[in-house]
């Protein structure tokens, strides 16, 4: 079965800092692209990050820039999302997924989407 | 704000047609991809590309794409299709990364 599973959520304080990983199972993981997205509660859904398939490429949104760094390690099928510098405003539910690249011919180019999702964990930044 | 514009709600009657939209110069470019979202839920792919159903989708769910609108088409919606949409896509940038629409709440009356 393809899963996701996150964990390493849980109450920081404002400045602080926390690690979540993402293991995933039943697929090949080192083939894919893997992204972050979180939601605030009661929000909607905001991409956060993205690592290419080796871990060479990596891109954040500008609300995280600087102080969130994804990165994975093939080896064990893992994903991780190192926050640093924590906000209230960080304080959602992340979830990991795994992407695709598909090629489109009109207009010529690639899009993506999200075919396998974990069930999130929950980071609540609070003093 | 999000490159991506959804209405915030839509309500549709039992076994009726509900379109639900999303706009952004993006998609003049990209393929989006639609999400559904139920409570304390994780969000599922139900929608990708030109109109792909992942496996498992109804095919009461339809994709379709105009100029910089996406649109979400499910014809006879059931009392289990409500939910929160979500769209997204590529970023108008150009860079490989996504943004997402602010989402729709369907309601099923």
Redesign the interface.
């Known amino acids: 079965e393809v899963q996701l599973v996150e964990s390493g959520g849980g109450l920081v304080q404002p400045g602080g800092s926390l690690r979540l990983s993402c293991a995933a199972s039943g697929f090949t993981f080192s083939s894919y692209w893997m992204h972050w997205v979180r939601q605030a509660p009661g929000k909607g859904l905001v991409w956060v990050s993205r690592i290419n398939s080796d871990g060479s490429s990596t891109s954040y949104a500008d609300s995280v820039k600087g102080r969130f760094t994804i990165s994975r390690d093939n080896a064990k099928n893992t994903l991780y999302l190192q926050m640093n510098s924590l906000r209230a405003e960080d304080t959602a539910v992340y979830y990991c997924a795994r992407v695709n690249r598909a090629e489109q011919l009109v207009p010529a180019g690639y899009y993506y989407y999200m075919d396998v999702w974990g069930k999130g964990t929950t980071v609540t930044v609070s003093s | 704000s999000?490159e991506l514009t959804q209405d915030p709600a839509v309500s549709v009657a039992l076994g009726q047609t509900v379109r639900i939209t999303c706009q952004g110069d993006s998609l003049?470019?990209?393929?989006?991809?639609w999400?559904q979202?139920k409570p304390g839920?994780?969000?599922?792919?139900v929608i990708?590309?030109?109109n792909n159903r992942?496996s498992g989708i109804p095919d009461r769910f339809s994709g379709s794409s105009s100029g910089n609108t996406a649109s979400l088409t499910i014809t006879g919606a059931q009392a289990e299709d409500e939910a929160?949409y979500?769209c997204?896509?590529?970023d108008s940038s150009g860079?490989?990364?996504?943004?997402?629409?602010?989402?729709t709440k369907l309601t099923v009356l």
């Open positions: 999000s003049r470019s990209y393929y989006a991809s999400y979202q839920q994780a969000p599922v792919l990708y590309g030109k992942p929160d979500y997204n896509s590529r860079n490989p990364c996504l943004v997402f629409g602010g989402g």
